[in-house]
């Protein structure tokens, strides 16, 4: 696809962002923020059986943190914690579908990623403390 088109979707998933909002009875909810320019994004995640059965996110900020955000909820709905804790920076660059970003755009498109790894390290740290330190260890993204 061309890089025109990559603009379009994200302009999209800015505009109409799917699966943004508050999750009632979240097992976890995750708050950051991109010092830099202030940008935030909360996720909250329901678990059950090691599987993400709902995903929400708010947040405020550039089209590039906000529609990442939007993918990133769409790329880990139903997935098993599993497959998540393996997500890397290279897999959301390629799914937001920009690989040539700048520095800090590349903070960006990052941000909903890093919150939801340290949404996952608060999970399993009450559940598999094995696997949070496993996150916190692999993630180049702490
Ligand atoms: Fe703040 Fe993009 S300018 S995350």
Redesign the pocket.
């Known amino acids: 696809m061309s890089d025109d088109i990559y603009r379009e979707i994200i302009l999209d998933h800015y505009r109409n962002p799917r699966n943004k909002g508050k999750l009632e009875n979240a097992d976890v909810t995750v708050h950051d923020s991109?010092p830099?320019?202030?940008?935030e994004i909360d996720i909250h995640l329901k678990v059950d059986e090691g599987v993400i059965r709902d995903v929400k996110f708010e947040g405020k900020?550039?089209?590039?943190?906000q529609a990442s955000a939007s993918m990133l909820t769409e790329l880990v709905m139903g997935k098993d914690l599993d497959v998540v804790k393996d997500l890397k920076k290279e897999d959301i660059l390629e799914n937001i579908g920009l690989t040539n970003l700048g520095p800090?755009?590349i903070?960006?498109a990052l941000?909903s990623l890093k919150v939801l790894k340290v949404g996952m390290v608060k999970y399993y740290s009450e559940n598999d403390p094995k696997s949070a330190e496993q996150i916190k260890n692999e993630s180049s993204l702490y």
């Open positions: 991109n830099l320019c202030g940008d900020g550039c089209a590039i943190s800090a755009r903070k960006c941000l």
